[in-house]
């Protein structure tokens, strides 16, 4: 079978529509928060532009398969994030916050939750709450270094959850008292072995919210870059989880965990690529256009010229490793995995080297938000250390791999 790298008829299509709908109205985010100064504040601003997105039906075609493929939407996410990274996030965060339902989930439960992704109209959030205050890199590990702590309990027919979470994307939904679903990782046997302690409940919104007795936003980080993501730290205290909600079997959340990061971490390639991209196409017309005090532009130098042919072969780098991985997970090649995982990584880390030799590239100039490249820079920033830290998380599931005793070297590449 011939190796093919392009994209379907339909998949084309889909790209530009998505181009299209970015340029007219994603364009907007930007000036829309820019002088807006609280992370609640940008957030809120950017709710006309997500609700946009969902009336165009692009909300649908990013809700996990079997609904929608891994190209696809990776298609839709190098458009978005190559102009705004802030709705397009909020957008791809419900991807990893409705996984572990796709995966795991009762038919019954995920009709319930996966309903409001799927209309045309509203603004419905998700979020998968993992990550705790302290750290979560060793969630799975037993007492005293364990990185989840929140607790579930089990009282007759529902969950008890006590707990606190951040990082959590749009957890705290558009009001500061809950997303539309929240997938929370807790510790519901604290005496168990790692891979028995932890189960995931699907936590479902009620009408109005929740109350600030039970679910409380206690903070919003003001992040370096993606000034209009929202990323709280929230706590819960007795919030009652119906029986029903467990997701999987009991014990089963460590494997669920894992199953659920490992399609997003190809995701995050494709957001370095689209970073990428933007921040080549300025500094390519910068070089065709600018003088910088001399004779010819710029782009007439050598050292310009080979910088930028340097960029752009580590982004077409990026680009086939992020989307054979998409196309991978779509298949459930055996390397699927493993290509995620060396996406996430290679991509997150080159949009930095990247983006900052770019930099360099249009000079002092660019160090001033004037120019756009300071702020790709700072959302790159993000792509190592979040979907799993690169070091703490990603690094280490490639490791684990290769000292497994049946690791083939020649897996990922489809050729055991």
């Not at 990776?74 to 397009?88: G, M, P, Y």
């Not at 705290?172 to 604290?190: E, K, S």
């Not at 669920?256 to 690529?273: D, I, K, P």
């Not at 001033?368 to 690169?390: E, K, R, S, T």
Request: hydrophobic fraction near 45%; proline fraction near 6%; include cysteine.
């Amino acid at each position: 079978m011939p190796i093919d790298f392009s994209i379907t008829p339909a998949q084309k299509e889909l790209q530009q529509s998505a181009r299209r709908f970015a340029h007219q109205v994603l364009r907007g985010v930007a000036p829309a928060i820019r002088h807006l100064p609280t992370a609640d504040e940008r957030f809120q601003a950017t709710r006309p532009f997500y609700e946009a997105l969902v009336q165009a039906g692009f909300m649908r075609r990013l809700v996990p398969a079997p609904f929608g493929g891994m190209v696809e939407m990776a298609v839709i996410t190098e458009e978005f994030h190559a102009v705004d990274v802030n709705v397009s996030l909020t957008a791809l965060a419900n991807l990893l916050g409705l996984t572990p339902l796709l995966i795991a989930g009762d038919a019954e439960l995920q009709a319930r939750c996966l309903a409001p992704f799927l209309s045309p109209s509203g603004a419905p959030l998700a979020g998968f709450a993992s990550s705790e205050p302290g750290g979560s890199a060793n969630f799975a590990s037993p007492a005293p270094g364990e990185g989840v702590r929140t607790v579930a309990r089990r009282e007759g027919e529902h969950w008890i959850v006590d707990g606190a979470k951040q990082w959590v994307s749009s957890a705290t939904g558009w009001d500061g008292r809950g997303a539309d679903v929240l997938c929370l990782v807790c510790r519901t046997d604290p005496q168990a072995e790692p891979a028995q302690a932890l189960s995931v409940l699907a936590a479902e919104r009620p009408t109005g919210g929740w109350g600030a007795d039970c679910f409380r936003h206690e903070h919003s980080f003001d992040t370096l870059g993606h000034r209009g993501h929202l990323t709280p730290r929230f706590s819960l205290q007795g919030l009652r989880i119906p029986a029903g909600n467990l997701i999987g079997p009991q014990g089963g959340g460590q494997a669920l965990v894992e199953a659920s990061f490992s399609g997003t971490a190809a995701l995050v390639g494709v957001m370095a690529l689209a970073l990428m991209r933007a921040a080549f196409d300025f500094a390519l017309n910068f070089a065709r256009t600018e003088k910088c005090g001399g004779v010819l532009p710029i782009l007439e130098h050598q050292a310009v010229g080979y910088a930028l042919a340097d960029a752009k072969m580590a982004m077409e780098a990026v680009r086939s490793l992020s989307y054979r991985a998409c196309q991978a997970q779509d298949i459930q090649a055996p390397g699927a995995h493993e290509l995620s995982l060396q996406a996430k990584v290679f991509g997150s880390e080159t949009a930095v080297r990247v983006i900052t030799e770019l930099m360099r590239v249009v000079g002092v100039n660019s160090y001033d938000h004037a120019l756009p490249l300071a702020g790709w820079l700072q959302d790159a920033l993000a792509l190592p250390i979040f979907d799993g830290g690169n070091m703490g998380i990603r690094r280490r599931q490639l490791h684990d791999m290769m000292r497994a005793p049946g690791y083939d070297p020649l897996g990922a590449s489809g050729g055991a």
